[in-house]
């Protein structure tokens, strides 16, 4: 699914000599090289702060605990999505509440939104799912509407670009309150190991992380609430400082592996693209997710498998019928999407180290299948 190898070989030199710095340095905690992420991931997405961690799961559940969110608020999320969205919401003892997506975008519906709110909701966490952005007016309109707090997740879309409606354009995870990503290898901007972080415009939430992340601590050794710990290590730091500069090249090699897939699929009747929802620059392909429409998508499946071809289904089961997650409000009939989604979607091979050639012998050998 991904060309991690290849990608590496590509900036092998730098990266190598970057991680052996910190090596030979022996700062492999809190090195200037944290501190530098920082501020450069800081400029790329023109965001006051951003506060690295260790993962992005964490990530999103210290944005949570840093807008003092307590047990019994209500938080909304999309039913279709990775499960550790939901996940921090259960373990801060807050309420899950999750909405259906809508079937072009795959992204948080709106009126399943509005339709959730209660005096009890909180915040609301919109996934940019599979490198698109969601409806961020849309969202941001409600939250406002509603005084409630708006985490966007933005694990599979950094370096997207949002437009909104008067024009204005805001990098992926700075629209938003507060947005958590993670730097997990195979991610859009990926470490070699671990890595996540936090980003806010507001100096007083980035304040409150910043001791959250270290224990609670904001001076040594006076623990002024309960934390965590959750750091970027050096190395990570380092590999992701000779990184950052690659990232627009490498969402733009998605974007142009994903314009030549659709070229290929054009016109065939079972095959659905991505939808594209705005700009060019809102979706930068994390994922590449077609819908299979009357041919069987684990068939297609366990076939590319048979001819070597690699492909993920993201997501089988909707996020409301988790064991983990089930809740007796629940009701089937709020779910048509998602439950609809996770029988017909597939994702292809999609990385930056995508040929022509594999293109071709992917797409060929779909179009065969679908139609045989
Ligand atoms: C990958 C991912 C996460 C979690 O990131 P980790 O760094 O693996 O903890 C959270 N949310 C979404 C949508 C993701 O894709």
Known sequence: MVDLKGQYEAIKDSVNASVLNVIESTAFINGPQVHEFQKNLENYLGVKHVIPCANGTDALQIAMMGLGLKPGDEVITADFTFAATVEVIALLQLTPVLVDVNPNDFNIDIEAIKKAITPKTKAIVPVHLFGQCADMDAIMEIANAHNLYVIEDNAQAIGATYTSKDGTKTKAGAISHVASTSFFPSKNLGCYGDGGAIFTNDDDLAHIIRGIVNHGMYKRYHHDVVGVNSRLDSIQAAVLNT?????????????????KYNEAFKGQEKITIPFRNGSEDN??????TLKIQGANRDALAQHLNDNGIPCGVYYPIPLH?????????YNEADFPVTNQLVKEVISLPMHTELDDEQIEFITKTIITFVNG
């Open 321 to 329: 019928n988790q064991k983990a997650y089930q809740d007796s409000r």
């Open 283 to 288: 979706h930068v392909f994390h994922q590449y």
């Open 243 to 259: 990184k950052l500069p690659l990232l627009d090249e490498y969402c733009n090699k998605r974007k142009e592996a994903a314009n």
